[in-house]
């Protein structure tokens, strides 16, 4: 088994890291922990502009992945430094917590809307659990 800790940008007014983190299982299974920022994101109030290679797509391919790789992508929430690249993944099979989903889904909450169009795409596939549960 193998856990890695994917950099995906480091704020550079406070320095505090985005990060989303891969999980190899022994039998190969490969669950992604968050995606990040979108890519080519941008945010000129804390001046951080991602480059390509601190995109999640790129982070997996530096390690021979590609997001067909990925069996399950465990949403911790859908801010924009941790679900701005959900849509690169249709064919995962994404984990979320059912209240954390109902609350984002109600649009009254402007943090989760910037980043809808990523989490919220029609070809992602979404299961909602309440609590904990045991994926493998």
């Not at 856990?3 to 007014?13: D, E, F, H, N, R």
């Not at 022994?26 to 502009?49: A, Q, V």
Request: glycine fraction near 6%; proline fraction near 6%.
């Amino acid at each position: 088994m193998r856990l890695y800790l994917l950099q995906m940008a480091i704020a550079p007014t406070n320095g505090i890291p985005a990060v989303s983190y891969l999980i190899q299982t022994d039998d190969g299974t490969n669950i992604l922990i968050d995606t990040g920022f979108p890519k080519n994101f941008e945010m000129p109030s804390m001046d951080l502009r991602l480059e390509d290679h601190e995109y999640i797509v790129e982070q997996l391919a530096a390690l021979g992945l590609t997001p067909p790789d990925i069996r399950y992508l465990v949403c911790t929430h859908f801010d924009q430094d941790h679900a701005g690249g959900h849509d690169a993944f249709p064919d995962a099979e994404l984990i979320v917590q059912r209240q954390h989903d109902e609350v984002a889904r109600t649009g009254t909450h402007g943090r989760f809307e910037r980043m809808r169009a990523y989490w919220d795409h029609p070809s992602l596939h979404y299961r909602l659990i309440d609590g904990d549960i045991v994926l493998l």
